[in-house]
């Protein structure tokens, strides 16, 4: 063995440790192995950086923006509202929630579609009177599982397809991973509904993790084509029983009804003033096509020149730019005191909507826009992120700590499909590479506002992107000096004794145990050269074995650290660490059973 090949074994080595330990962010981990590599001089300086221009690195992060364009517009919240049953027992519910988290990740990060179904498989055990963890865990390996069905998936099988592209023998195409993922997935997701959520620990979620506003009070304006007309509140309320929102009031005709009657109708251009939190807010507006009033002024209170302030600055607001949404609360000194929204002028002074209000203890009784503020409101506010600064400095109020907060757009939601559909088209039929096909989705994200260009950054999770770009050129470096072809030839020599299907195995589960302890995609970059050094001293094909990799890359089950969707439900559903095993072992070792005859069968030796 070469002194080249052992610095960088003893680098790796490092690394795997490093992982292992768990001090380290894994970002800083690889950025040191990679800084290693330049000072041993074991990868050129001039090329140390190449990573961030990687096909794989690029895809990953385009994913990831496309993602939240569809987080923003609302398309999967419509999604899961048409998919999941409302009314089903535990196993077709479970079951449902299974599938939808899986179909999801095959077309969008896998860590975003967990995030996306979160707060729905809450929800989901609160109705079926089950520990959020039951729901939790399923869901999580679930997506796990289907971002194994196709290249955008999940970043291991970008990885591996950027090793097989540099290996001489092209990039995987968007679904070669389909025959044997779909079957993982579709095994791996049945098991779970039928047997495996009941062996997960019943926990109680660790403490609130989130700050609990109340519910907010706002106005919503029925549409002419609404589904809500013809409806009596009671029946209204109903139908949004699940999300815990309420109608306190009807104003028709301008003449506000308190405690409307229950048999009363809605009709069309009825405004109906609602008590929710944000994200049942979301889903009644959606569901029945309503909208909010927005701070509307009504035509006889306001002067001519009001309105023609009024009709200039309303142009002005129409311009969708870096649109947020933003929880403020008002202080004791707050100038805003005592004042309303109509006072206050906030579309003419700052761009500004109050879209709802939420007091402690009696609701506000006025309109929205004519609510005198008390120290201690909470107000929804939506506006550009600079102008609600501004209004924030001004007023002596003060912002909440961020949460996602988001309100569905029908047209955008459609958008935000058609442009993820259209990426995944061009890839599918080979019109353009991968990476250049989702960079033009990002853009055209940003052309139609799906993802506003100041969130466009903030979309992209950094430390993977670092982590990926730093691990490609060690990598490299592993099969320049010779040292993965060193440790294939000893795990094929010493552990599966020179038979072709035994190394198969061993790449399988070797990868699958390091995903375990390490970040899935540095276990894809560590792996691939490995499992190409095998493939070539055995002289059979190097296909089935970066399947392999991709495969065992993307199975994380036994451990919180292993992916990020195991990470999420960490609090949310009160685990520990070695809650994990309990269904992740017996998984693990079907995706195992099932993977590895159907490698042999697609991907011949």
């Known amino acids: 063995m070469t002194a080249a090949q052992m610095m960088i074994l003893g680098i790796l080595a490092l690394t795997m440790a490093l992982f292992l330990w768990g001090r380290l962010r894994h970002d800083v981990v690889a950025l040191s192995a990679l800084m290693a590599c330049v000072v041993t001089g074991l990868v050129p300086g001039a090329e140390a950086f190449a990573g961030f221009g990687h096909p794989a690195v690029i895809t990953v992060a385009c994913v990831l923006v496309l993602s939240q364009g569809l987080q923003n517009t609302g398309a999967v919240d419509a999604l899961a509202r048409t998919v999941l049953p409302r009314d089903a027992g535990r196993l077709m519910s479970i079951g449902a929630i299974l599938a939808l988290g899986a179909a999801l990740s095959g077309f969008m990060n896998n860590v975003g579609a967990m995030a996306l179904l979160m707060p729905v498989a809450v929800q989901l055990a609160k109705r079926l009177e089950m520990p959020a963890g039951q729901v939790l865990m399923p869901l999580a390996f679930g997506t796990i599982l289907g971002g194994m069905t196709t290249l955008v998936g999940t970043p291991p099988n970008l990885i591996v397809s950027g090793f097989r592209e540099d290996a001489g023998r092209g990039a995987f195409a968007m679904f070669d991973f389909a025959p044997i993922g779909v079957a993982v997935a579709v095994v791996g997701v049945l098991a779970i509904t039928f047997i495996g959520w009941r062996i997960v620990p019943a926990r109680k979620a660790a403490g609130a993790s989130e700050f609990d506003a109340g519910a907010y009070m706002t106005e919503v304006r029925v549409g002419e084509k609404s589904k809500a007309i013809g409806l009596t509140l009671r029946a209204f309320e109903r139908e949004v029983e699940s999300s815990d929102a309420q109608v306190v009031a009807l104003v028709r005709n301008d003449v506000r009804l308190l405690a409307p009657h229950g048999g009363r109708r809605i009709r069309g251009h009825d405004v109906l003033v609602l008590e929710a939190d944000v994200e049942a807010l979301a889903e009644t507006l959606s569901v029945f096509d309503l909208t909010l009033e927005e701070d509307v002024k009504q035509a006889k209170d306001a002067t001519p020149e009001d309105a ?157 992107v670092v982590l990926l770009a730093a691990l490609i050129p060690v990598a490299g470096a592993m099969q320049e000096t010779g040292a993965a ?86 609090g949310p559903g009160g685990f520990r660490f070695g809650d994990y095993w309990r269904l992740g072992l017996p998984l693990e070792a079907l995706v195992v059973a099932v993977s590895l005859p159907l490698l042999l069968i697609f991907w011949p030796l």
């Open 308 to 464: 023609e302030e009024e009709a200039s600055e309303e142009a002005k607001s129409n311009d969708e730019r870096d649109t947020v949404l933003r929880e403020v609360a008002v202080l004791p000194a707050s100038s805003i005191v005592g004042l309303s929204a109509s006072d206050l002028h906030l579309r003419t002074r700052y761009g500004l909507n109050l879209l709802a209000v939420a007091r402690a203890g009696q609701a506000p009784r006025a309109r929205l826009r004519s609510v005198k503020l008390r120290s201690g409101d909470l107000l929804l506010m939506q506006g550009p992120a600079e102008s609600l600064s501004e209004f924030i400095h001004d007023t002596g109020c003060v912002p909440l700590g961020a949460r996602d907060l988001r309100l569905p757009s029908r047209r955008m939601a459609i958008t935000a499909t058609a442009i993820m559909g259209m990426a995944i088209l061009l890839v599918t039929f080979g019109v353009l590479p991968a990476a250049a096909s989702f960079a033009l989705g990002v853009l055209a994200s940003m052309l139609f506002r799906t993802v506003p260009p100041r969130e466009v950054y903030t979309a992209i999770d950094w430390p993977v």
């Open 485 to 570: 072809g060193v440790l294939a030839e000893f795990l094929v020599a010493e552990v599966a004794r020179g038979q072709a299907v035994a190394a198969l195995a061993v790449i399988l589960i070797t990868t699958m145990f390091l995903s375990d302890v390490m970040n899935n995609a540095a276990t894809a970059a560590v792996m691939c050269p490995i499992a190409l050094g095998i493939a070539g001293t055995l002289g059979v094909s190097p296909d089935s074995f970066l399947m392999a990799v991709a495969i065992g890359a993307s199975c994380a089950f036994l451990t919180p650290i292993g992916h990020q969707n195991n990470t999420l439900i960490l």
